[in-house]
Nanobody, 126 residues
Framework: QVQLVESGGALVQAGDSLRLSCAASGRTSGYDYAVGWFRQTPGKEREFVTALNWNDRIYVDSVKGRFTISRDNVKNTVYLQMNNLKPEDTAVYYC????????????????????WGQGTQVTVSS
């Protein structure tokens, strides 16, 4: 079992930067798990943002060049550095984890991820 706890959400202005953290506990070990971030706004489905699978970083097009996912295996923490934030980035951000995947794994689907945090709110004002 893996437990995930997000933090770092805040109200910021467009153009600002913010770093989200996701502390993992339980049966996590180094690169055994892929980690990812999703986001969700009211009335919409949870949307894939980024994932780190082994050393491969995957980003949705809308955040490429602005967001960076990283992990600190000593601290068992995953980070999402968000730069040049836009109002459309406003959402609840969720950290997720699943065993390392290969090939045609459908990482875009929330149901493909086994473990979830409780979410942290990011609001970007214009």
């Amino acid at each position: 079992q893996v437990q995930l706890v997000e933090s770092g959400g805040a109200l910021v202005q467009a153009g600002d930067s913010l770093r989200l953290s996701c502390a993992a506990s339980g049966r996590t070990s180094g690169y055994d798990y892929a980690v990812g971030w999703f986001r969700q706004t009211p009335g919409k489905e949870r949307e894939f943002v980024t994932a780190l699978n082994w050393n491969d970083r995957i980003y949705v097009d809308s955040v490429k060049g602005r967001f960076t996912i990283s992990r600190d295996n000593v601290k068992n923490t995953v980070y999402l550095q968000m730069n040049n934030l836009k109002p459309e980035d406003t959402a609840v951000y969720y950290c997720a984890a699943t065993p390392i995947f290969t090939g045609s794994y459908d990482y875009l689907r929330p149901t493909s991820w086994n473990y979830w945090g409780q979410g942290t709110q990011v609001t970007v004002s214009s």
